[in-house]
């Protein structure tokens, strides 16, 4: 997998506080094999980041993991598709937690946590 990255634009000001500046991750640009043709896949770091911990996590290859994304819902724009995997991965582990941490704290409080559907 070759990597280059592609500058970023300029910063971005929160327009409810000026003084503050969003930090802004390159865009690295690697090279893949998708349906046996070479592509290219841009994302920022933190989302490349991520998709390497899920792929160690779930004792997979990233290329592995990029081919059953790109086998997905999302047709189109497979970086698009990446990021939603991503974002999605971290949202449900976070929910898991928190219902855990709930039913830990019922526990503790000596009450019946409700059940999920």
């Known amino acids: ?29 690697r090279s893949i094999i998708r349906n046996g043709h ?7 770091d933190q989302f490349w980041d991520g998709l390497r911990e899920i792929a160690g996590r779930e004792n997979v290859t990233v290329s592995a993991l990029i081919g059953t994304i790109d086998h997905g819902p999302n047709k189109r724009n497979l970086s698009s598709a990446i990021r939603v995997f991503v974002l999605d991965h971290y949202r449900r582990n976070c929910a898991q937690l928190s219902i855990g941490q709930h039913d830990r704290d019922a526990r503790a409080a000596g009450t019946a946590a409700p059940q999920a559907s």
Request: aromatic letters at 2%; glycine letters at 2%; a positive charge.
């Open 1 to 29: 997998m070759t990597k280059s990255v592609v500058p970023s634009a300029a910063p971005v000001s929160d327009n409810r506080d000026p003084g503050h500046r969003a930090f802004n991750s390159p865009v690295i640009k």
């Open 38 to 44: 070479k592509s290219s896949v841009s994302l920022e």
